[in-house]
């Protein structure tokens, strides 16, 4: 029987009544998981078959009228905007060996892709040429590199930022609307 | 007074406008769960656990059109949080049988529920899985053969050594 395992001199079971069976968890993981399933199109009104028909030609018309020229990363859908997540290092960022944290951030960005949400980003090589030249900033902060993700809104990709590998290194991010023009 | 919505009622929201509500309703009646699940399964690792809790709501929120009812909603939830646990523990480092025997070491110190909760979290991951989903959730040995891959008589072994090495470190005796 299943039950004599646990026939033992601690009474079976019995230490273990003692355990709650559910635990608080992080604010931020609703948030997280909703924006995840936000991305990967789980809300709002279900497409009908029509629909999906509808709208797979229009972006078959749309890709042969050469709209469509995205060198990496994913196309985001009608129902996302566009957000850039701009990576700045200052003084105590802490980055480890370069290479490494490509690696890493490549790694992030490609669960991103995964999960749904479109994403495209580069580095930025530490030269700069302002024009004027007197627009240099004047802090020891820098532009580092970017990304440009797929969100339906500021919220969900703030969700996506916070979970960017920048903010462990001790970088900061600024999240920013991109205005379609 | 209003009755909170029963689970079927919110599933069938969700699946058919999209209702976020809905999910959101489901999500924190049930995470509380599955997180816990999650965090004994992984060891303690939160983060961890967050990832795998994410995951499990990503999988379930695809394949609930499936869902047959045959379990509660919670049962079938924390089955694919089982699986996500799984999958990362593969992806860790292989434990010896060294790590049993320092899972055991270590005198026991503050209350009752915390010190069980420590001793469990330094179990193996092979170990602590079978005692998490046996003792804790109920799963039987051949549910847990199924689940994990393994003999049920295997689970039954690593249970029985478990549980001696946790008796062990909380110095119970015999």
């Known amino acids: ?181 | 007074m209003t009755n909170a919505p029963e689970d079927r009622d919110l599933v069938r929201a969700f699946l058919g406008r999209g209702d976020e509500a809905a999910f959101r309703v489901l999500f924190r009646r049930h995470t509380p769960a599955m997180f816990l699940l999650a965090s004994r399964l992984l060891g303690g690792a939160d983060r961890g656990a967050e990832d795998a809790v994410q995951e499990a709501w990503s999988r379930a929120a695809r394949r609930l059109s499936v869902f047959r009812a045959e379990s509660t909603l919670r049962t079938w939830l924390c089955g694919i949080v089982v699986r996500c646990c799984r999958e990362m523990l593969r992806r860790r480092r292989p434990e010896t049988e060294l790590d049993l025997e320092m899972a055991a070491g270590g005198g026991p110190e503050g209350e009752e529920a915390f010190e069980l909760e420590r001793v469990l979290a330094r179990l193996p991951d092979g170990f602590r899985e079978i005692v998490v989903l046996h003792d804790l959730e109920g799963y039987t040995h051949r549910e847990i053969g199924v689940r994990l891959g393994i003999r049920p008589g295997s689970s039954k072994s690593r249970l029985s050594r478990a549980r001696a090495a946790l008796r062990e470190s909380l110095g119970i005796r015999r």
Do not use: Q
Request: aromatic residues 8%.
């Open chain 1, 1 to 181: 029987m299943e039950d004599e395992i646990g026939s033992g001199s601690d009474g079976g079971k019995g230490p273990w009544e003692a355990l709650p069976r559910e635990g608080p968890y992080p604010e931020s993981l609703e948030e997280r998981t909703v924006s995840r399933l936000r991305a990967e199109g789980r809300f709002g009104p279900r497409r009908s078959a029509l629909s999906v028909w509808a709208a797979a030609a229009a972006l078959a018309a749309a890709f042969g009228a050469g709209w469509i020229a995205a060198r990496r990363g994913t196309a985001p859908d009608d129902r996302t905007a566009r957000f850039v997540l701009l990576l700045y290092e200052g003084r105590d960022f802490d980055g480890g060996p370069p290479g490494n944290r490509v690696g890493e951030y490549r790694h992030w960005a490609a669960a991103l892709r995964r999960s749904g949400v479109a994403v495209s980003g580069e580095k930025l090589a530490p030269e700069i040429r302002a024009l004027p030249p007197a627009s240099l900033p004047a802090g020891e902060e820098r532009l580092a590199g970017f990304f440009i993700v797929g969100a339906r809104d500021i919220g969900s990709a703030e969700a996506i930022a916070r979970e960017c590998p920048h903010l462990r290194h001790g970088g900061w991010i600024v999240v920013r609307p991109v205005v379609g023009t």
